[in-house]
């Protein structure tokens, strides 16, 4: 005997960026991740080892993330100095809004 007429949606996780504090779903926001060697790295795959937050792929969310210094709270770390200019490096490949390119 078949089930109801329709298909069980598929559930897909919710995350919050950092910086608006919107939720989207997870493919949808970059990880950056504390690693277990005290890094602060930009997660590409979404399964690095370690304590994780979420960011739009969007410029302004990168640099309210890094002037606010939510990345520190999020994490729970002091980043250094060269793991935030590699952030902020990441982040001005960014388009300036979420979807829309410059």
């Given at each position: 005997?078949?089930?109801?007429?329709?298909?069980?949606?598929?559930?897909?996780?919710?995350r919050t960026?950092?910086?608006?504090?919107?939720?989207?779903?997870?493919?949808?926001?970059?990880?950056?991740?504390?690693?277990?060697?005290?890094?602060?790295?930009v997660d590409?795959?979404?399964?690095?080892?370690?304590?994780?937050?979420?960011?739009?792929?969007?410029?302004?969310?990168?640099?309210?993330?890094?002037?606010?210094?939510?990345?520190?709270?999020?994490?729970?770390?002091?980043?250094?100095?060269?793991?935030?200019?590699?952030?902020?490096?990441?982040?001005?490949?960014?388009?300036?809004?979420?979807?829309?390119?410059?």
């Amino acid at each position: 005997m078949a089930r109801g007429a329709g298909q069980r949606r598929r559930h897909v996780p919710q995350r919050t960026c950092i910086a608006c504090r919107k939720q989207e779903g997870k493919r949808a926001l970059i990880r950056v991740v504390r690693t277990p060697e005290g890094r602060v790295v930009v997660d590409e795959t979404g399964k690095a080892n370690g304590r994780g937050a979420y960011l739009h792929a969007a410029r302004d969310c990168w640099e309210k993330a890094l002037k606010r210094g939510t990345i520190t709270v999020a994490l729970k770390i002091s980043p250094a100095n060269d793991d935030v200019e590699a952030l902020r490096a990441f982040g001005t490949t960014l388009p300036v809004e979420g979807g829309e390119s410059e």
